[in-house]
């Protein structure tokens, strides 16, 4: 994986799911909230791994 941040909206492209799901994937990772209708937002290397193997940290429910 680059060392580069990825856009919400690519990864969900790739993974053929909606960016909305994505973000909310991210916020659990996260643990913190963003504005209603967020869509586009930077997803580091290291969470995007962790959306692609479809295992959240703590017993999160995957996409």
Not at 17 to 22: F, N, T
Not at 38 to 54: A, F, M, R, S, Y
Request: charged share 35%; net charge positive; hydrophobic share 35%.
């Amino acid at each position: 994986m680059s060392d580069k941040a990825v856009r919400s909206i690519e990864l969900a492209k790739q993974l053929g799911v909606k960016p909305s799901e994505i973000v909310k994937f991210v916020e659990k990772i996260r643990n913190v909230q963003f504005k209603k209708r967020t869509t586009n937002i930077n997803i580091e290397p290291e969470e995007v791994d962790l959306i692609k193997q479809g295992r959240p940290p703590r017993g999160l429910r995957p996409l």
